[in-house]
């Protein structure tokens, strides 16, 4: 069975509003952060096991004027992947490999999961992310946590209603000190053999 991963950049005080305050830009015009290696291995092994994300219509909305057109690691893996996109509205723009889905989450969820494949994640979505943590439908849950605080913007776990256990599978820090952190749910589904 696939499991449902969020994959997400925050600050160590659950910032997660706007990355770009959170990582120095990069000096290559085709990287929107600046991640130190362990980071960019940390991405790189979550994106290994996903072939396929779900999405927030907003989110899908903001990614596909700019991820079409950018290039490197993650751009290959967004462009390349099925985008489920949570939506009661068409689709009013091309992105390769976009479905509209609709329906209770739980509903898309179990669909997701019972589809053949690898792991499904959610990048972004940040109101995705906190009502699949409200309705203990996240399997597991990989953070880099960056030493900054203060940012402006919404945190990861505000106004979730009532407490989620989670269970440390791996942490780490990096050379930037950035937390690699993966979470997953007592219960998930054992990973998946591709």
Do not use: C
């Amino acid at each position: 069975m696939r499991k449902i991963v969020a994959f997400t950049l925050m600050g160590i005080d659950g910032a997660v509003e706007d990355p770009s305050l959170l990582f120095p830009p990069s000096d290559l015009p085709d990287e929107p952060f600046s991640f130190d290696e362990e980071s960019e291995a940390f991405e790189a092994e979550v994106i290994a096991t996903q072939d396929a994300i779900l999405l927030g219509r907003n989110q899908w909305e903001e990614w596909q004027r700019f991820w079409p057109g950018a290039s490197g690691p993650f751009a290959d893996f967004i462009n390349g992947v099925d985008k489920y996109v949570l939506t009661s509205r068409p689709l009013d723009a091309e992105w390769a490999g976009s479905v509209p889905v609709q329906g209770s989450l739980p509903d898309v969820i179990e669909e997701l999961r019972a589809k053949p494949g690898s792991d499904v994640g959610v990048h972004g979505s940040i109101q995705l992310v906190q009502s699949l943590i409200e309705a203990d439908l996240l399997d597991e849950l990989r953070l880099i946590a960056t030493p900054v605080v203060g940012a402006p913007g919404r945190r990861l776990f505000d106004n979730l209603k009532a407490p989620q256990r989670y269970r440390l599978v791996s942490a780490a820090a990096s050379s930037t000190g950035n937390l690699l952190l993966t979470y997953d749910r007592p219960g998930s589904p054992s990973p998946v053999e591709s």
